[in-house]
């Protein structure tokens, strides 16, 4: 009918932004005759002549136009591009694993809504994308000022500094810096002026960690028979409390600290057995991190790095390195270092990755190294 005909004008204006975009889809539907097809319980849905099973998913909700992955017409399987036609009985078949329209599904739909609601999904997930990307962006920003992230994180300072920049919280200023319209330094450097100044809300300490330098990493580790001796922990197998570890003294006389199954480890203690030393972890320590690095096996997905990822924010861990790779089976392969401030949590966290959808292992692996 013609009222029925002018709530779904109303509707597209409503969803259109772009005034010539509006019109421009107003002249393509005014164009087009229709054609009236069938749900399998038999409600009539109308759609313009040309219209695909990607029209019709639209027209029976938004979420079944996303998750659509196929469509039955008249019972049998028929591409997503096919035209329909008026008495089709039309079946929608859907995802609930990630479900997400596909850019080439902007060639082949041909109704205002259809179109509006991909082209809004697309634009959603790139703003999405964008504020990870400014999120992460300005972590490393602070983090070469020598600002505290994870602090910050929970702090009202970043919620000025968004403010003081014309934006409404923060995640439009992450926003921003993902899009490159604001850069991470700058908006950096303007927390640090904030927390200097005495300006802000909550003061948080500024010399926590200084640019460019990581801290002596004695790291909880007693030295049998020497009290004040430089201890580092050696980057070739990255100990945690509770490895089993050996010490090496090094030439500098400091002691370098080794997994006791570390290649290096018993390289050095079948060749120069005099320089081993006992150390043991001192349990007395806090506020040390540690590096550990965990490989994730999955099968490939839309989204997965981003679940991955998101699971070991959510653990409050810095991540310091990522890689992935997907190879030719469709096994997408990651790679993570991180720092881990209570290694007696690794054995939860990795239990908790490995219930992410579509991973099917995870596990600590040493520097250099790959299962």
């Known amino acids: 009918s013609d009222i029925a005909w002018l709530n779904h004008l109303v509707d597209w204006q409503s969803e259109t932004s772009d005034p010539q975009e509006f019109m421009e889809t107003l002249k393509v539907d005014l164009e087009h005759d229709e054609v009236f097809v069938f749900t399998p319980k038999g409600k009539v849905v109308t759609l313009p002549d040309g219209a695909t099973p990607i029209d019709f998913a639209y027209a029976i909700h938004t979420e079944v ?91 009202p300072v970043l919620e000025e500094v968004a403010e003081a920049a014309g934006f409404s919280d923060v995640n439009g200023l992450h926003v921003a810096i993902g899009e490159h319209h604001l850069s991470a330094t700058s908006a950096a450097q303007r927390v640090a002026r904030l927390l200097r100044s005495g300006e802000g809300e909550e003061q948080l300490p500024v010399t926590a960690r200084s640019p460019r330098r990581r801290r002596r990493p004695t790291a909880g580790v007693h030295v049998e028979g020497l009290d004040d001796v430089m201890v580092r922990l050696s980057r070739c197998c990255t100990p945690v409390p509770g490895d089993e570890i050996i010490g090496f003294v090094t030439r500098g006389r400091g002691v370098t600290v080794h997994r006791a199954d570390c290649a290096n480890a018993v390289s050095l203690a079948s060749g120069e057995h005099d320089r081993i030393i006992e150390v043991d972890w001192d349990r007395h ?24 990822s998101a699971t070991l924010a959510d653990h409050q861990l810095n991540i310091l390195a990522c890689t992935s790779q997907t190879g030719t089976d469709r096994i997408s392969r990651m790679r993570f270092d991180f720092e881990l401030a209570d290694p007696s949590h ?23 190294t790959s299962h």
């Open 65 to 155: 136009g996303h998750a659509c992955i196929g469509a039955r017409v008249n019972g049998r399987l028929q591409p997503l591009d096919s035209r329909l036609h008026s008495g089709e009985t039309v079946e929608i078949l859907t995802t609930k694993v990630d479900p997400a329209p596909s850019r080439d599904w902007l060639k082949i739909a041909v109704t205002p809504r259809a179109r509006n609601k991909i082209r809004h999904w697309f634009s959603r997930e790139r703003r999405e994308d964008a504020m990870e990307a400014g999120r992460e962006e300005l972590a490393k920003a602070l983090r070469r000022e020598g600002l505290p992230v994870q602090k910050l994180a929970s702090s």
């Open 285 to 308: 320590r806090a506020g040390d991190t540690f590096v550990v690095s965990i490989e994730v096996k999955a099968l490939d997905r839309s989204k997965l790095l981003r679940d991955v």
């Open 346 to 368: 690794l054995e939860s966290l990795i239990t908790t990755i490995r219930r992410i959808e579509s991973v099917y292992d995870a596990y600590r692996v040493l520097p250099g």
